[in-house]
């Protein structure tokens, strides 16, 4: 049963991936449906998986509300997180995120590096490093202008990571 739960969830992280790509949003109605499948999935097999787990790693991307609160992390990244969070359960949640910034990070580098914005995007974290501790509004970053030089979508990596572990987990890891 845990492949079906696993198949569901990269389904609805490829869709988030594909609505995120198209129109930098992600509908809620998406992430709701997220949930309600796997409550479903819950009901018609009920050992599948431990609730308490479950329940953790749906909870657990609310620490990453700070990184929402100065624009680094989008709000529906943070759901997608706990949807993937209700599917894995704690410990395979905390990889996913683990493994999600890490491949963004590799996706940033290459993005950046290609565009020749590196330097330019170094020294925008800078200043907001040096200006934290002065202002706490200060935003990293300004999502409504969509800055194509800088902005990744994290969806991608996301999927990717839920993909990784799944895989990992499938040859007995």
């Not at 990269?10 to 709701?32: E, F, P, Q």
């Not at 609160?69 to 949640?93: E, H, P, Q, T, W």
Request: glycine residues 6%.
């Amino acid at each position: 049963m845990s492949h079906i739960r696993f198949i569901c969830l990269l389904l609805i992280l490829t869709v988030a991936s594909v609505m995120d790509l198209r129109m930098y949003k992600v509908k809620n109605g998406l992430i709701l449906m997220g949930f309600i499948l796997r409550l479903i999935l819950r009901i018609i097999w009920p050992s599948d998986g431990m609730l308490a787990a479950e329940l953790a790693g749906m909870l657990l991307p609310l620490l990453m509300i700070g990184l929402y609160k100065y624009s680094m992390l989008g709000a529906a990244d943070i759901k997608l997180f706990s949807v993937s969070g209700i599917y894995l359960g704690l410990n395979d949640c905390l990889y996913t995120i683990l493994l999600t910034f890490l491949i963004a990070a590799l996706f940033a580098l290459r993005k950046l590096t290609a565009k020749h914005q590196l330097r330019k995007r170094l020294l925008h974290l800078r200043q907001f490093l040096k200006n934290y501790p002065i202002t706490k509004n200060y935003q990293y970053m300004d999502f409504s202008k969509k800055d194509e030089d800088a902005c990744i979508h994290l969806t991608v990596p996301m999927t990717l990571a839920s993909a990784i572990v799944y895989i990992y987990r499938c040859i007995g890891g």
